[in-house]
Protein backbone atom coordinates (compact mmCIF):
# COMPACT_ATOMS: atom_id res chain seq x y z
CA UNK A 1 0.00 0.00 0.00
CA UNK A 2 1.35 3.80 -1.23
CA UNK A 3 1.20 5.62 2.02
CA UNK A 4 3.20 8.80 3.80
CA UNK A 5 3.36 9.59 6.93
CA UNK A 6 4.05 12.93 8.40
CA UNK A 7 5.39 13.81 12.05
CA UNK A 8 7.36 16.39 13.57
CA UNK A 9 5.20 19.15 14.09
CA UNK A 10 4.71 21.26 17.90
CA UNK A 11 4.71 24.16 19.23
CA UNK A 12 7.04 26.69 18.68
CA UNK A 13 7.89 30.64 19.49
CA UNK A 14 8.24 32.24 16.82
CA UNK A 15 11.71 32.43 15.23
CA UNK A 16 12.42 29.16 16.39
CA UNK A 17 12.98 25.98 14.23
CA UNK A 18 11.49 22.49 13.50
CA UNK A 19 11.94 19.40 11.25
CA UNK A 20 8.91 18.05 9.53
CA UNK A 21 9.38 13.96 8.22
CA UNK A 22 7.77 12.14 5.83
CA UNK A 23 7.78 8.58 5.53
CA UNK A 24 7.39 6.78 2.30
CA UNK A 25 6.15 2.93 1.85
CA UNK A 26 5.13 1.07 -0.62
CA UNK A 27 6.69 3.16 -3.14
CA UNK A 28 10.29 3.94 -4.33
CA UNK A 29 11.25 7.52 -3.16
CA UNK A 30 13.37 8.06 -5.88
CA UNK A 31 10.58 7.65 -8.26
CA UNK A 32 8.49 10.59 -7.65
CA UNK A 33 8.50 14.37 -7.15
CA UNK A 34 7.52 14.77 -3.65
CA UNK A 35 5.97 18.08 -2.13
CA UNK A 36 5.25 19.28 0.90
CA UNK A 37 2.06 21.49 1.66
CA UNK A 38 -0.47 22.98 4.08
CA UNK A 39 -3.00 24.35 5.16
CA UNK A 40 -4.23 26.79 7.89
CA UNK A 41 -7.09 27.50 9.33
CA UNK A 42 -10.17 28.78 7.12
CA UNK A 43 -7.61 28.93 3.83
CA UNK A 44 -7.06 26.46 1.19
CA UNK A 45 -3.85 23.83 1.11
CA UNK A 46 -1.29 25.19 -0.10
CA UNK A 47 1.93 24.16 -1.75
CA UNK A 48 5.35 24.99 0.10
CA UNK A 49 8.10 23.31 -1.12
CA UNK A 50 9.12 20.29 -3.59
CA UNK A 51 11.94 18.08 -4.64
CA UNK A 52 11.92 16.17 -7.68
CA UNK A 53 13.03 12.75 -7.87
CA UNK A 54 16.85 13.87 -9.27
CA UNK A 55 17.00 16.09 -5.93
CA UNK A 56 15.90 19.58 -7.59
CA UNK A 57 14.26 21.74 -5.24
CA UNK A 58 11.62 24.38 -5.02
CA UNK A 59 10.51 26.75 -2.69
CA UNK A 60 6.99 29.10 -2.45
CA UNK A 61 8.37 32.57 -2.25
CA UNK A 62 7.34 33.25 1.35
CA UNK A 63 9.37 30.42 2.94
CA UNK A 64 11.96 30.93 0.88
CA UNK A 65 15.65 31.08 2.79
CA UNK A 66 13.77 30.05 5.89
CA UNK A 67 12.63 26.33 4.97
CA UNK A 68 14.98 23.46 3.64
CA UNK A 69 13.71 20.47 2.23
CA UNK A 70 15.80 17.52 1.51
CA UNK A 71 15.75 13.54 1.27
CA UNK A 72 16.97 10.52 2.36
CA UNK A 73 16.00 8.24 -0.47
CA UNK A 74 17.65 5.12 1.83
CA UNK A 75 15.62 6.33 4.58
CA UNK A 76 12.37 6.76 2.39
CA UNK A 77 11.84 9.63 4.12
CA UNK A 78 11.47 13.72 2.79
CA UNK A 79 12.64 16.79 5.39
CA UNK A 80 11.83 19.78 6.06
CA UNK A 81 13.41 21.80 7.79
CA UNK A 82 11.77 25.34 9.29
CA UNK A 83 13.84 28.04 10.86
CA UNK A 84 12.77 31.82 11.80
CA UNK A 85 9.57 30.55 12.10
CA UNK A 86 5.99 33.05 12.09
CA UNK A 87 2.72 33.27 13.50
CA UNK A 88 1.45 32.69 9.85
CA UNK A 89 3.80 29.55 8.85
CA UNK A 90 0.50 27.97 11.78
CA UNK A 91 -1.06 25.10 9.59
CA UNK A 92 -1.23 21.39 8.98
CA UNK A 93 1.41 20.51 7.31
CA UNK A 94 1.35 17.75 4.43
CA UNK A 95 3.35 15.42 2.03
CA UNK A 96 2.09 13.86 -1.08
CA UNK A 97 3.77 12.59 -4.62
CA UNK A 98 3.04 15.53 -7.54
CA UNK A 99 1.99 13.95 -11.17
CA UNK A 100 4.45 14.23 -13.13
CA UNK A 101 6.57 16.85 -11.75
CA UNK A 102 6.88 19.44 -8.68
CA UNK A 103 4.96 21.80 -10.79
CA UNK A 104 1.97 18.76 -10.98
CA UNK A 105 -0.98 18.54 -8.90
CA UNK A 106 -0.69 16.32 -5.88
CA UNK A 107 -2.62 13.04 -6.18
CA UNK A 108 -2.81 9.85 -4.00
CA UNK A 109 -4.55 10.19 -0.43
CA UNK A 110 -3.55 12.72 2.20
CA UNK A 111 -2.27 11.83 5.16
CA UNK A 112 -3.57 13.08 8.55
CA UNK A 113 -0.55 15.86 8.68
CA UNK A 114 1.16 17.55 11.19
CA UNK A 115 0.05 20.31 13.39
CA UNK A 116 2.51 23.22 13.04
CA UNK A 117 1.86 26.16 15.92
CA UNK A 118 3.86 29.10 16.22
CA UNK A 119 3.00 31.16 19.29
CA UNK A 120 4.19 33.13 21.99
Known amino acids: QLQLVESGGGLVQPGGSLRLSCVASGFALDSYDIGWFRQAPGKEREGVSCISRHGTTYYKDSIKGRFTISKDNAKSTVYLQMNSLKPEDTAVYYC??????????????WGQGTQVTVSS
Open 96 to 109: ARRLGSCTGPAFGS
